[in-house]
């Protein structure tokens, strides 16, 4: 399943959202990007995520705080974004570091503006089918099973982790789209025998190879969301993918569609606060 | 699995910690029970409910609104209730009526209040495994499993329903003790293979005898929350019974529980916001 293909259609589209926002409006959808600390590769992700942003169009503002920030100058910096009518969206870069309460400082983001979708209103929105945005990359392993036309009413779904961001809204996602959904993880036992069963597979732990390939159903569609140094996913990619009908690479699978929701859903935001929605938003 | 009998020490436990409350504070824990119309089932589970509250000591406000009532009349009613020092828990009965937005006014109720877990912030909490208030049914579940001393951790759980007040978070919560949890629900394709695969079996769907005797594994713990008319459960007792380690009777299992829960949780909430919280809850 080619994510980058995708992520760029949905990228190009965003693209011409928000030129078309900024045409109407006079003013560019805006992203504020919260980084504590100067973590190399949390550095390297908010400045990957920006430079995405520039290219379609959108503002970002880029909020650095140092290592030594407390929870409670990150909730303060979060509300008072959350309250300036010039961002619309917020990004609050995750490990935001050990000292941190991190479920308050999301917490402290207002929902119209959690592009992310890192919020527990996000995720009661995405458990009980209601409008609001989706973590980005359960949202964009949505998207690459919709463009592959991936069914998924009535078949197993097999989430591997139940991270707050990425394997408990992905099951909760698949599940409103009526899919049987198992959740396994580090305490699951004799995880071989639940993913045999698993029509689809979603990957979401972050351990390199965890899912042995001769697992995987013949036909079954795997998702890799790991991320795993050396560009190794949490599936054996070599023996899934002769037994897979469609599977994620690493890189290339998963990761940009988490960018180009994330872009889309700042998007979404403009539009819903700028009061062009219903116009330029699907 | 005796839910009666928990049931009653629960509540036995709750009242003396009601008495203690009033005792210190010469205040009585209250909780306001919200009533839409005069569905004949409704009205007696809420008559129900204020009368096991009156037995504990816990004060009980009924509010009784028209069947006409509109979805902004009922989320004033229960925002003017969450502002009300003198009530410390809310009850919204279910269902509300067709021409309700139920989300839009469980979501008026303040998380504190929510002694009934019915809120956004409540799933969050039960998701996220943060303070919260449970939902009733599956926090009295949880409280039958750890009374029974039934094993969690990498055991598998079947959870066949999935419902924002039961089956949605009753796998939240044994997910959040370790369990591997799955989601079956009407568009499950061969639900007797997945449950004969359970160590744990949840039926919370309200079809009755939906999941067979013959599919309980030998050993297997069996918690029907399932209410059908004529006091039959979502499980085959009869069956299930000869099969299962540990079974919950209907009635007298999942049932008094609820209630014991939301008695509970009452009396949680009116220490917390009466100040003796620390000293009398656990």
Chains 1, 2 share one sequence.
Request: charged share 20%.
């Amino acid at each position: 399943m080619d994510g980058t293909g995708l992520a760029r259609r949905v990228v190009e589209e965003t693209a011409h959202r928000a030129a078309e926002i900024t045409r109407r409006t006079g003013v560019r959808p805006c992203l504020a990007t919260v980084l504590v600390g100067e973590d190399p590769a949390s550095v390297t992700y908010v400045r990957m995520k920006r430079a995405r942003c520039a290219k379609a169009g959108i503002e970002s503002r880029q909020i650095s705080l140092p290592a030594t920030t407390t929870t409670a100058e990150l909730t303060e910096t979060l509300r008072s974004l959350s309250l300036d009518a010039g961002v619309h969206g917020i990004l609050l870069q995750h490990p935001a570091g050990p000292h941190i309460d991190e479920r308050a400082a999301f917490e402290a983001i207002a929902p119209e503006k959690d592009v992310d979708g890192v919020t527990i209103s996000s995720f009661g929105a995405m458990s009980f089918g209601l409008p609001g945005f989706t973590s980005c990359t359960p949202g964009g392993i949505m998207r690459l099973l919709d463009e592959y036309d991936v069914e998924l009413a009535g078949r197993h779904a097999v989430v591997v982790g139940r991270s707050a961001i990425l394997g408990k809204p992905a099951g909760m996602l698949l599940l409103a789209r009526d899919a049987t959904v198992t959740y396994c993880h580090s305490r699951t036992r004799d995880l071989s025998a639940i993913v045999r069963e698993a029509d689809v597979v979603v990957a979401a732990v972050g351990r390199p190879r965890l899912i042995n390939g001769e697992d995987i159903k013949p036909g079954a569609v795997v998702i890799d969301a790991g991320y795993n140094p050396g560009n190794v996913g949490d599936v054996d990619f070599d023996t899934a993918r002769t037994r897979a009908r469609l599977i994620t690479p690493v890189p290339g699978g998963v990761g940009p569609m988490t960018i180009a929701v994330l872009l889309a859903q700042t998007v979404d935001a403009a539009s819903r606060q700028l009061g062009t929605a219903g116009e330029n938003t699907g």
